[in-house]
């Protein structure tokens, strides 16, 4: 863990959710060991889209629609556009969202996670959660699509501590080097959180 373990333990048990479907989203995630960005990112997400408003949200990689669930939840008036390789996943997750009462702000499109992405214009927020390999192809191929004024948000940027690691695999590689990239890139403003397994936040300037 990348905070004390008991100050993620206080943060993760101070911020529980309401929402019943929230719930059975995170037990499934646990019981099956399914990567989720869990609640204390959840509530960042929430929080980041009530404040920007974005009328459109695409994710790359979407899983069951954890993340997604909270992006919609949040979200006035705009959509958000799940993508995952896995139609299985797609088909759990908009279920989540029916059931929710979220269907409506919703699109759920199978496949390749960037290509999709590459057809949407103007994104609001781009959150990215794929193969962290692709990381850095993601952004360069997608961001004259994200509008001026846009947020891109990527998970696992702390990648467990391997960051700091000298000689890394091609996962850890491919992280680093997109940090790296937002960070040295002057078309974008970025920091990094370490909540959980880090969260990159930036803001496109032009």
């Known amino acids: 863990m990348i905070t004390n373990p ?3 333990n206080y943060i993760y048990n ?12 995170e037990k499934l995630g646990h019981k099956t060991g399914f990567p989720i960005v869990d609640r204390i990112v959840g509530r960042f997400l929430y929080i980041i889209t009530k404040i920007k408003k974005p009328k459109l949200i695409v ?13 919609a939840k949040a979200l006035d008036n705009g959509k958000v556009v799940l993508t995952d390789f896995s139609l299985e996943n797609l ?9 929710g009462g ?5 699109e759920f499109k199978a496949g390749d996670a960037i290509e999709i992405a590459s057809t949407y214009k103007n994104i609001d927020i781009l959150f990215i959660d794929i193969q962290k390999a692709k990381y850095k192809k993601a952004i360069e191929t997608l961001k ?3 509008s001026t004024g846009g947020l891109v948000i990527a998970d696992n940027t702390l990648w467990q501590g391997k960051v ?7 996962q850890t590689k491919g992280i680093k080097e997109f940090n790296e990239y937002m960070f040295s890139n002057p078309d974008f403003f970025s920091v990094l959180i370490p909540i959980r397994d880090g969260v990159l936040l930036s803001y496109k300037l032009k």
């Open 91 to 99: 088909n759990l997750a908009e279920k989540f969202f029916e059931t």
């Open 102 to 106: 979220l269907l409506k702000k919703a």
């Open 59 to 71: 994710e790359l990689g979407s899983g069951f629609g954890y993340s997604g669930y909270w992006f």
């Open 144 to 146: 004259d699509n994200i």
């Open 6 to 8: 008991d100050i993620e």
């Open 164 to 170: 700091l690691e000298e000689h890394p695999d091609r």
């Open 14 to 25: 101070l911020s529980i959710p309401e929402d019943p479907i929230l719930l059975e989203m």
